[in-house]
C-alpha cells in the first residue's frame, strides 16, 4: 500500500510533469519569434493583423464609433475590434506580437489545465483523488487546439464552473470571486461565456424549482460575472442601446438555415464525431470509442443510477450537437426574417460546451475503468497517452509547419519595397488584394477596400459587390457565399474559388478576370496588389507596374495600377 504521503509525493511529481508539457508545448512561439508557424483559419488572417491595425492607428482609447480610416473608406468602425481591456489586446499593444501571442497561449493553456484539475477533484471525483486521471485528462484537455483570439473562451469554462459550484454550494472563499472577475479580462462574452452564463443560469433555475431555495449568491455571482463582462465590452453595449445610426449592416443579411433535413442530420455527426473548427477536441480516436464503450457498459450492467452525471452529460453533448446542427435548419428561415436578433445573433453556438464535457466523460471513462482494479489500470496510463499522442500534431508548429510563418506571412520587407515604389502617402489611395488575405496589405500600412470583417454597412456592401459583380455571376457557390454572409469582402476570382493563399512558388495565373474597375476606381481604389500575375490585365484596364519577391516573404506580389 501506499502511504498518504507518497501519494502526495507522486501527485506533485505528476503535476511537474504536466506543466512541463504545458510550457513546452508553447516554447516554440519564444524561441522561433517571427519565424513560428500559427493557425491560418480566424488567426493569421484576421484577429492578428487586427490587433497590430489597432495599435498603429492610434484608435486603441478612441470612442466608440471613430470610423477606421484605414479599412473600408472609413465604414469601418473603432467599436467592430475588440475593447481596449481585452487580455489579448492589451498584450498586443505593449509586446512585440509573437511574443504576445505565445504569453496568451501559455495563460490560456495553463488556465485550462489548473481549470479541469481543480473541477475534476472536487466536484466529479468529490470523496476520491484519482490524481493520475485528473492531472492526465486536465493535461490533455490543456492541449486541445482552439480558437486562438478566444482564450479561455472555452477553455476556461472548467474553472468558472469549479468557482460557481463552490458559491452555489455555500462556500465563500475569496478565490471564486477572483476567478469570476478575471476571467473576462481573457475571454470573450459573444463568442464563449454567453452561452456558459446562460448554463448556469438554468442551473440557478433548477436548483430554484428543485429546492424553493433562490440561493440570491449563487444567483448574484452569475449576475456579478455578467455585469464584469459588459463593463469590459462597453463598445458592444453602447452600440446595442445607443446606436449612432439605423442602417443595416451585413449581419442583417446573413442567410445562414439552408440545410435540407438530411444535411442537418450528417452535420448533426460531423459536429458530435469531429466538432466545430473554434471547439476542436481531436476526441474522435480515443475519448469518443471508449465514452461509448463505458454507456453501453453502464446500461448493460445497469448502474444507470450510480452513473446519473456520467449519463447526462451523454445526453446533453448530443443535444448540444443536434441544437447546433438544426440551428442552420432550413426551416428556421421564415422566423430569422422576421426576427433580426436571430439573423445577426449566433445562438446555435452552446456547442462551445462540449470541450469541457467531452473531457470530463473521459475523466469519468478513465475512473470506471480504474475502478475495476488489476492489470485494467494500466490501461488507463495507454488511453491517457494515446490522447496525448493524438493530440501532439495539432500542436500549432507541426500541424502548421508546411504554412508561412508569422514574418514570412506579414512579408514586412517586401511591402516595404512596394511602398517605397510607389511612393505615395498612404492615405492618399486605396488598395484591394487578389490571392492574398487584405490584412496582410492592412497590416503594413496599406489603406484597403476590402477586408475580412465581421460587421459593417451594408450599403458598403452592395457597392463593393459591384466591383466582383462579374465574377459572381460565373461562379453560383462565390456568389451565395458573398451574398448569403459577406464577412469576407474580398475581391473574389472564379477561377480561384474561395482560395485567398497563393505563395510565391505557385505556377498559377489568372486568365479571365472580368472585375468592375470603374467601380473600383469609383470607391478610391487605384492600385491591385495580386499573388498571381493577371493574363488579361489590359481587359480590365490594368496596367502592371512590377512584381515583388524577397526570399523571406511568402508572396509573390504583382502590382496593378488601375487605369483612369
Same mark, same amino acid.
Given at each position: 500500500m501506499i502511504n498518504v504521503t507518497e501519494k502526495s509525493k507522486q501527485e506533485k511529481t505528476f503535476l511537474a510533469v504536466a506543466l512541463l508539457i504545458v510550457f513546452l508545448w508553447?516554447?516554440?512561439?519564444?524561441?522561433?519569434?517571427?519565424?513560428?508557424?500559427?493557425?491560418?483559419?480566424?488567426?493569421?488572417?484576421?484577429?492578428?493583423?487586427?490587433?497590430?491595425?489597432?495599435?498603429?492607428?492610434?484608435?486603441?482609447?478612441? +470612442?466608440?464609433?471613430? +470610423?477606421?480610416?484605414?479599412?473600408?473608406n472609413g465604414e469601418f468602425s473603432r467599436d467592430t475590434y475588440y475593447s481596449e481591456y481585452y487580455g489579448m489586446v492589451f498584450l498586443f499593444n505593449i509586446l512585440p506580437p509573437v511574443v504576445a501571442y505565445g504569453l496568451c497561449q501559455a495563460i490560456t493553456r495553463f488556465f485550462a489545465f489548473l481549470g479541469m484539475y481543480l473541477l475534476l477533484?472536487?466536484?466529479?471525483?468529490?470523496?476520491?483523488?484519482?490524481?493520475l486521471i485528473t492531472i492526465g485528462v486536465a493535461l490533455t484537455f490543456a492541449l486541445t487546439p482552439y480558437w486562438p483570439s478566444g482564450m479561455l473562451s472555452i477553455l476556461g469554462m472548467p474553472l468558472a464552473l469549479w468557482s460557481f459550484l463552490n458559491i452555489r454550494n455555500g462556500e465563500r472563499n475569496w478565490k471564486n470571486y477572483v476567478v469570476?472577475?478575471?476571467? +473576462?479580462?481573457?475571454?470573450?462574452?459573444?463568442?464563449?461565456?454567453?452561452?456558459?452564463?446562460?448554463?448556469?443560469?438554468?442551473?440557478?433555475?433548477?436548483?430554484?424549482? %428543485?429546492? %424553493?431555495?433562490?440561493?440570491?449568491?449563487?444567483l448574484l455571482s452569475i449576475v456579478y460575472m455578467l455585469v464584469v463582462y459588459l463593463l469590459i465590452d462597453y463598445r458592444l453595449v453602447i452600440s446595442m442601446i445607443a446606436p449612432v445610426s439605423s442602417e443595416l449592416t451585413n449581419r442583417d443579411v446573413f442567410y445562414q438555415s439552408k440545410l435540407d433535413i438530411f444535411q442537418t442530420l450528417r452535420l448533426i455527426v460531423k459536429n458530435y464525431v469531429i466538432s466545430h473548427n473554434q471547439d476542436?477536441?481531436?476526441?474522435?480516436?480515443?475519448?469518443?470509442?471508449?465514452?461509448?464503450?463505458?454507456?453501453?457498459?453502464?446500461?448493460?450492467?445497469?448502474?444507470?443510477?450510480?452513473?446519473?452525471?456520467?449519463?447526462?452529460?451523454?445526453?446533453?453533448?448530443?443535444?448540444?450537437?443536434?441544437w447546433y446542427a438544426f440551428w442552420f435548419f432550413e426551416g428556421w428561415q421564415p422566423l430569422k426574417e422576421r426576427v433580426s436578433l436571430l439573423t445577426s445573433f449566433n445562438f446555435g453556438r452552446f456547442h462551445y460546451l462540449r470541450p469541457m464535457i467531452i473531457y470530463v466523460l473521459f475523466a469519468l471513462s478513465l475512473k470506471m475503468i480504474w475502478d475495476q482494479g488489476g492489470r485494467l489500470k494500466y490501461l488507463v496510463y495507454a488511453l491517457i497517452a494515446a490522447q496525448l499522442l493524438v493530440l501532439i500534431p495539432n500542436n500549432e508548429e507541426i500541424k502548421y509547419k508546411n504554412q508561412p510563418s508569422y514574418a514570412q506571412y506579414f512579408a514586412e520587407d517586401e511591402f516595404n519595397e512596394i511602398k517605397e515604389y510607389i511612393d505615395r502617402p498612404l492615405d492618399e489611395f486605396r488598395v484591394v488584394s487578389i490571392g492574398m488575405h487584405p490584412n496582410v496589405a492592412q497590416y503594413n500600412g496599406f489603406y484597403t477596400l476590402d477586408s475580412y470583417s465581421n460587421i459593417y454597412p451594408l450599403s458598403y456592401k452592395n457597392e463593393f459587390r459591384k466591383i466582383i459583380e462579374p465574377e459572381l455571376n460565373k461562379n453560383k457557390a462565390l456568389r451565395e457565399y458573398y451574398d448569403y454572409w459577406g464577412g469576407r469582402c474580398y475581391i473574389f476570382v472564379d477561377e480561384l474559388g474561395k482560395k485567398y493563399?497563393?505563395?510565391?512558388?505557385? %505556377?498559377?495565373?489568372?486568365?479571365?478576370?472580368?472585375?468592375?474597375?470603374?467601380?473600383?476606381?469609383?470607391?478610391?481604389?487605384?492600385?491591385?496588389?495580386?499573388?498571381?500575375p493577371i493574363e488579361n490585365a489590359k481587359d480590365n484596364n490594368l496596367t502592371f507596374e512590377k512584381s515583388f519577391e524577397t526570399e523571406n516573404g511568402y508572396w509573390k506580389v504583382y502590382l496593378y495600377e488601375v487605369n483612369g
Open positions: 508553447v516554447l516554440p512561439y519564444f524561441v522561433l519569434n517571427g519565424q513560428a508557424h500559427m493557425r491560418m483559419h480566424d488567426n493569421l488572417d484576421s484577429n492578428l493583423g487586427w490587433y497590430e491595425i489597432l495599435k498603429n492607428s492610434g484608435n486603441m482609447f478612441a +470612442p466608440v464609433n471613430t +470610423p477606421m480610416e484605414q479599412i473600408m477533484k472536487k466536484h466529479v471525483f468529490k470523496n476520491s483523488n484519482p490524481y469570476l472577475t478575471l476571467l +473576462p479580462f481573457f475571454s470573450t462574452f459573444v463568442i464563449g461565456f454567453f452561452y456558459f452564463l446562460t448554463f448556469i443560469g438554468l442551473l440557478w433555475v433548477y436548483d430554484l424549482i %428543485k429546492t %424553493k431555495k433562490w440561493n440570491l449568491v449563487f476542436r477536441t481531436i476526441s474522435q480516436f480515443v475519448i469518443l470509442p471508449l465514452t461509448i464503450i463505458c454507456l453501453i457498459w453502464v446500461l448493460m450492467k445497469k448502474k444507470a443510477k450510480d452513473n446519473r452525471l456520467f449519463i447526462f452529460l451523454h445526453i446533453l453533448n448530443l443535444v448540444l450537437s443536434t493563399q497563393f505563395s510565391k512558388h505557385s %505556377k498559377q495565373t489568372i486568365k479571365n478576370l472580368s472585375l468592375n474597375t470603374n467601380q473600383l476606381k469609383k470607391m478610391g481604389g487605384q492600385y491591385i496588389l495580386s499573388a498571381l
